[in-house]
Nanobody, 121 residues
Framework: QVQLVESGGGLVQPGGSLGLSCAAS????????MAWYRQAPGKQRLSVAR???????TYADSVKGQFTISRDNAKNSMYLQMNSLKPEDTAVYYC???????????????WGQGTQVTVSS
């Protein structure tokens, strides 16, 4: 059984910063690409940033230069540093990862339960 658990969400004022963490636990052999998504009320879930096992990063145009994604492969963890936050960054942020549980298993895609980020004065 594999779980992804996000932490670090909360309420922050416009212009502030917040850091999110995602920890994978359970039976894990390897983790391939990890990613952050977000879903604002009444809108689709959209990709924010992704990072390969080798550390190559990709960002949505809306967060380039504002958000930084990173990972610690030894800890099966991923992070999202969010700076200069704006009200439009308000959303539930989800962790996503492609994980193999054993050497012989398929790669499956997993989601965390989400963490709320609210940017408001």
């Amino acid at each position: 059984q594999v779980q992804l658990v996000e932490s670090g969400g909360g309420l922050v004022q416009p212009g502030g910063s917040l850091g999110l963490s995602c920890a994978a636990s359970g039976t894990i052999f390897s983790i391939n690409t990890m990613a952050w998504y977000r879903q604002a009320p009444g809108k689709q879930r959209l990709s924010v940033a992704r990072i390969t096992v080798g550390g190559t990063t990709t960002y949505a145009d809306s967060v380039k230069g504002q958000f930084t994604i990173s990972r610690d492969n030894a800890k099966n963890s991923m992070y999202l540093q969010m700076n200069s936050l704006k009200p439009e960054d308000t959303a539930v942020y989800y962790c996503n990862a492609d994980i193999k549980s054993t050497r012989w298993s398929f790669m499956y895609n997993y989601w965390g339960q989400g963490t709320q980020v609210t940017v408001s004065s």
